[in-house]
């Protein structure tokens, strides 16, 4: 109960700062949010040894180690987020409609700020600076629930991120940190009236939780089950390249290729597709089809009979699994069944099938020719991402400064009235 009360206690405080924060102008908001990139810097032997004293709690197994991971690298990466958003211009009072009535009254339609967005999230220290960038530059203000493996990692952060707002004097409240514990995440969950919109980033398991608890609005920011297909008409020099960086490239992201759909009259070219792979020593499920391509021809004890369990699957690791088809629309089709709408790429040289491919597969990004590792804001040019929403209400794809906003109508007139 103590642990509760404290939470609603934390929750009201970032409420009641969201009024504050409307007096905070955009030059101000860049201004803390370059201070808060120096600082972050200047203090990274502190969060890496904060981090360290997470990662010694976690196995090295574990598929969310590297996302807890920090390195001098990342937090330069972080720092360099923070500073283009920084850079953006604000999403903020953005006329998204207007219109003069008959009568004289006219009508605008402006962007605006959600009000306090929650963010609920698992073991990913750098998703601690996206939200606050993102959240202050939109105007809004965040409550983040991080997961208990990054307790540690996460207090470092926002130590630096409350020391900034002191220093310029802002209510450090507009960027709340919740206690650790399921309490904490049931009371932000039903923080009704206090909280305007929820968006957990992480597992499936844990975005269901949410989904099914919450009292609040929630923006899915799902799992990356991600498929790439490679076509009949298909380059393999550009195949195999593109195959190896979405897969390996970091397998603990959610643009991560977990599943590779070959079409039937490409199999020849399987074994040449997935050689680099063997580097990384990538475990592959694959289908009678692509077995029998591969064997052989790759790593004996990297090689498993795939089942049906084999698919629908965001592995988080060196492992994939392969599927044969006949046509594009059987690739579309096993996209379908078992794609998380997240990401999803045909390779191909046929025009007609990379249009029927993008217009027929249903996912937030959908690419051609491209690794699937590129679906993240900072590589669309947002600064940074809050999450890939999944869900086709309000937001979809990377939700950046723009996804981060609402609307309201704001009509003016002279006395009319209405008869």
């Not at 920084?86 to 953005?94: E, G, I, N």
């Not at 409550?143 to 208990?148: I, S």
């Not at 475990?283 to 089809?289: F, K, Q, R, T, V």
Request: hydrophobic share 40%.
């Amino acid at each position: 109960m103590i642990w509760i009360l404290k939470t609603i206690d934390l929750i009201k405080e970032a409420s009641e700062a969201k009024l504050s924060l409307q007096s905070v102008d955009d030059k101000k908001i860049n201004e803390i949010l370059n201070d808060t990139a120096d600082a972050l810097l200047q203090t990274k032997d502190v969060v890496l040894k904060a981090n360290e004293t997470d990662l010694e709690l976690m196995e090295e197994t574990n598929p969310k180690y590297d996302r807890l991971k920090l390195t001098a690298e990342r937090l330069e990466g972080i720092a360099a987020d923070m500073k283009q958003v920084a850079q953006l211009p604000s999403p903020l009072d953005k006329i998204l409609h207007e219109a003069v009535r008959p009568n004289g009254m006219t009508i605008r339609k402006v962007s605006v700020p959600f009000g306090v967005v929650g963010v609920i999230y698992e073991a990913r220290p750098n998703v601690t600076f996206d939200v606050f960038s993102l959240c202050l530059k939109s105007g809004n203000v965040c409550v983040l629930k991080g997961g208990k493996d990054a307790f540690c990692s996460n207090r470092a952060l926002v130590k630096i991120i409350h020391d900034v707002l002191k220093k310029h004097g802002v209510d450090p409240a507009i960027c709340t940190y919740l206690p650790s514990g399921q309490e904490a995440t049931t009371t932000l969950l039903q923080a009704v009236g206090l909280v305007d919109l929820i968006i957990p980033r992480g597992s499936s398991s844990l975005i269901d939780y949410v989904r099914e608890n919450a009292r609040i609005p929630v923006i899915e920011t799902g799992a990356g089950v991600c498929h790439t297909f490679f076509d009949k008409d298909g380059d393999k020099e550009k195949g195999r390249y593109i195959i190896h960086n979405a897969k390996t490239r970091r397998v603990s992201v959610c643009n991560a290729l977990e599943c590779l759909i070959i079409h039937r009259r490409r199999l020849d070219d399987l074994p040449y597709l997935c050689e680099k792979m063997s580097e990384n020593q990538v475990l592959i499920y694959a289908d009678e089809p692509s077995m029998k391509a591969l064997s052989g021809n790759y790593p004996s004890w990297l090689l498993s009979p795939a089942n049906s369990d084999s698919y629908g699957i965001e592995f988080l690791d060196y492992k994939m699994s392969i599927k044969t088809v006949d046509s594009l629309e059987e690739a579309v089709e096993h996209i379908s069944n078992y794609g998380s709408k997240h990401s999803d790429c045909i390779i191909s040289e046929s025009e007609e099938a990379i249009r029927a491919f993008l217009q027929r597969v249903d996912s937030a990004c959908v690419y051609a020719n491209v690794s699937t590792a590129f679906t993240d804001g900072a590589q669309f040019g947002f600064g940074a991402e809050i999450g890939i929403s999944t869900q086709k209400m309000h937001a979809r794809g990377p939700m950046a400064l723009q996804e981060l906003t609402a609307s309201k109508f704001l009509i003016t007139g002279n006395g009319q009235v209405r008869i």
